[in-house]
């Protein structure tokens, strides 16, 4: 294997890997090869010796399972200043009488950046690399994936409501112009895009609009889709339409729209995402917790719908955790269609990784370990009590490890946690500011 | 506060306390005083260091949950040899393909107890401190207890099929009695209990013979019931009854039988089981792995039965974490309910302990922190990213934390888990025993 001339960077031995290229292959002992943010190379006939002297750094990963980083494909980072503030109650209640008001008076572009690097430690810490975000003040979530390093997709977000940051609808296409012209070729680690909250809470201009602001910059177009009955009712209701179908006339369905939680949609509206490749963020753990739905995934893959896993915000899950979300992704079909054989963990696996990378069109870039790719890359201990014995790594991945199994992280070729140590994030004074911030917003529900 | 003449064994001071009696109180700061394997004292008004010179060992809690450890009601421990080993595929396949082949080539007297100690260090790595337990070679299982002083429910299984250990079916009252002799008065932290498989697979006659031997000594009877569909139907047709009213014909309920799973119930079954104080051991992973089905849990609990949470056997989970159970517990009743409103954080943390201690009976010992009861308590640190900021300790337990939180465990008064490492227990030699036999499973299955 000759590895060039210069130095490589990182070099992997040893260890289990799953690179996730279909057919998801599982390689003993291999030794990967990591330079200029990219993977170089993946043998498995050489001894490590003979790559060690020219790397700059050797990680061993004997004992641990090696595979890409987890890609999330619907968050709200800056949510996570709410995380367990009002739980279990109705979904009008929590929004009307928590979340809307705690907004109004604590999201700034200051909360908004501490929030983020505290969600971003989170996310490492449980093995995600790559995440795309929508909310208000997004360009502070894109100065924290910056100041962090990791690999980010970040959403201005855009509704027809009162709300912090609140943009006049007229000038929505202003701001969306300058969001996207501010973050575009900041960073290989940041992507922008935008997102309209809803098609109930958004006017079909401004969702027309913010598409079209979308298109010309070649972007992802963010919505929350069929989350309720509720909202399936108001549209009918208001446009005498189903949700899809309501986009459809909006011109709104193409492979650069990714819609959230997709729960409530009937055959041909699951047909018309098909065709139209619109992608789709799929979020159990907030779904059942908001006691909103079980979204029809299985029904999804069989019309080859790109389907990814997402957290979405900690107000509604209340964890960062990807391995919780491909347990319960497994979990929840199984129990829902009465059938074990649904949802298997490699599928899981696949959501999780390589599929969010399609949901996310970036798997060209992310979502596998192959040469030629960018190396976002997780170690998971498997030498732990709860994971011994093991006979099938997909298996323990879904159904027994989570995120705390996960050691070591690389990012675009740089070590972002090593042994649980995260090295570009400096967690206790992170913490220390959104306890602050909390302090304020408990402060501020007792009186 | 008067501590007596001798000296406390533990103090713990500081951090914020659980206690789970109703109403469930949270006291910040306390100071509790344990001796002789008993909580001394909860005193919220002095100064630990009025104490800390009288203890053996002071643990401070800054930072930390105190709760009564969590009380895991249907476990099979020595199934965690078959962790992973075969997931996604239908009930039948697995059983008749992968587990019962298993089962009697790999179970026998060592390697239950290798596997057991395995089990315990992953209970109570996650918080678990005491556990009701059915298999075979439950001395083996008693031995591990005895061994790891956690406290243990051990209930030697009875079934009329062939499997490891078969007892003959005339012999069955003989091993029982044998069984409950053998073990009881052996440690205060141990209790001999016995367990008919299933209402399907065990005939009237071993019924109702364990049931008698259990009543004469006082212990539990645990059974499975209502599993599935496939069960109802078998006992419809067989006996032409519902599952609960087979059982009620054969005088099998009362306050000492602990039912697992009841997910297909009916009205009538459900207000009987109530009128007969039946405790049910509610098991939601390993019922949705398998594609089961969702016990009527809210019903349950508006007729004031007695529900506690429980992992079941590692092969149908994969693994003993109850936090993930409570977590799964309060979010997949929501959405099978629409309601969000249903199985409240406080709720979920009360079946994970003191709901759990009235299950199996203990709940004059265990499941709470008061003075005069067992002093099983673990801590669960709150100075971690997920769990950060901290408006409700419920909320977070429930829908943050995972058992990898847990920092320190104390059993009837000892300490057996502190800053995560465990004292009792041997956990690279328990993890090497249990990686031989897993390999020899592996190597069999190939062939």
Redesign the interface.
Known sequence: MDCGDRKLDILITGGTLLTMEPPAEIIEEPIIGIRDGKILFIDTSCHSSDHSREAHDVIDASGSLILPGLVNTHTHLPM??F???A?????MT?LNDHIFPAEERFINRETVYSASL?AI??MI??GTTTFCDGYFFEGSVARAVIASGIRGIVSQGFIDSPVPNRPDPTKHVVAAETFMKKWRDRSPLLTPALICHSPYICSPDTLKAIKAVSRDHGSLFQIHLAETREEVAILGERYGKKPVQYLQGLDLLDKDTVAAHCIWLEEDELDLLSQSEVKVAHTP?S????????APVPEMLRRGIDVGLGTDGCAS?????LF?EM??C???H??F?????V???EEVVEMGTLGGARVLGMADRIGSIAPGKCADIVLVDM?R??L?????PF??LV??A???DVVTSIIGGRVVMRDRRLLTID?PS??DE??K???A??HEKKD
């Open positions: 996570v200043l995380r367990g503030l739980d279990d109650v109705p979904l929590w505290l430690a989170e810490l449980s753990e779904n059942m917790k908001l006691g909103a739905g079980v899950n209340n964890n960062l955790d919780g347990g319960m497994a979990k929840v199984k129990v269609s009465s059938d074990p054989t949802m298997k963990a030498n009590p709860h011994t014995p093991l006979y099938r298996s323990h159904y027994c989570s995120g705390s967690l992170v913490m959104v306890r911030i909390g302090d917003i408990r």
